[in-house]
């Protein structure tokens, strides 16, 4: 699926393709200065002002002295210009690591209210059980296309829910409606918090983290990132004590005014994620600390019943294009009882269908 996309600057960094290198500004330099003193002392011999016995020879029109402050001003000026790119600090391979921004970044565009209906209206189909998730991103979306965004807002959730009612799923469903890449972090991974922001230089695991990771492999501005099982990320502490949790790290990145001039802690250089829009699951209220909480809208949603994940499993075969025979099997399933209700999931119906899928898949032998 492809959607309109807007080009947003994301950085405040100058790429420079051929940045003069310090002996050829000399050589430029000191070329113009001789020429200079060879066209002076032509004039004052014409002028009668030196005789020629006393005219310089070129390779003395410049000192010892001279050369030495043209190099001196030659590295003050090749200073100021790599400063004002803002990428002075990195090193060759980083800056070649930046270059998918050069000119800005994509991010997806709603262009109009009715988009924003129909890309709510395909999401609910699929999973109408999450409607109040729906219904918030719809609200999100509207208001992205009434005030003529660039690109697509909508606040950070937090879905809170028993496992296997399809949080995460409906968060990659979400994605796909709206064509944006997605990034999902496991916040019982060790460390989420540096897996998500990276690491600065002087870590011996330094590196980018996975939102800057995704904006420069999709060359996108604004990708989903599904926080998974949020409430359960650990607390790390650096050698000197420092204390680093997810939910801290997520604290300017789900503030929009912050998000503008996040600093990336491994190229440190601000980056625009304000176009990133995030998702995050959780198990349970508890662990979620207030400040996280009160940065994002929290939904509390109800356990699957029966019947919604038959509907489920009946849409999903056919959007699989499973044969006939597989969906009127799942469906028998369902309506003889054969599946208790304590085994019912999201997570059991789809190996369900994944397992129909893999028969129906399989080639005849004979």
Known sequence: MTRSQTTIPFHDLTFIDDVAKLRDVEARWTSFLKEIRRRAQAADLEAGRIMEDELVQPYNLVTDTDLRRIKRRAMRQLERVHSSTGMYHLSEENRARLTPLRGGVPVAHVATEH????????LHAEMPWMA?????????????????????RFNPLVLVGSPGIGK?????????????PASKIEATGEPASFS????????G?????????TVLRERHGGPLVIVDEVEKSDEVYSNKGSRHT???????????????DWQCPYFQVAFDMSWVNWIMTANSRD??????????VVLDLPDLTAQQLRDFAVAEAARRGLPEAAVAALVDLFDSGAISNARLSLRTVARMLDRAETLANQPILH
């Open 246 to 260: 997810l939910t801290d790290a997520l604290l300017p990145l789900l503030e929009r005014m912050t998000a503008r």
């Open 132 to 152: 109040p998730a729906t219904e918030e991103v719809w609200r999100g979306l509207r208001a992205s296309a009434r005030d003529g965004l660039p690109g697509v």
């Open 287 to 296: 662990g979620l600390p207030e400040p996280f909480q009160s940065r994002c």
């Open 196 to 203: 998500l922001v990276g690491l600065q230089k002087g870590w």
């Open 115 to 122: 988009e924003a209906d129909e890309i709510a209206a395909a």
């Open 205 to 213: 695991s330094a590196s980018p983290g996975k939102l800057v990771q």
């Open 168 to 180: 995460s799923h409906w968060a990659r469903r979400l994605a796909h409606h709206l064509a944006v």
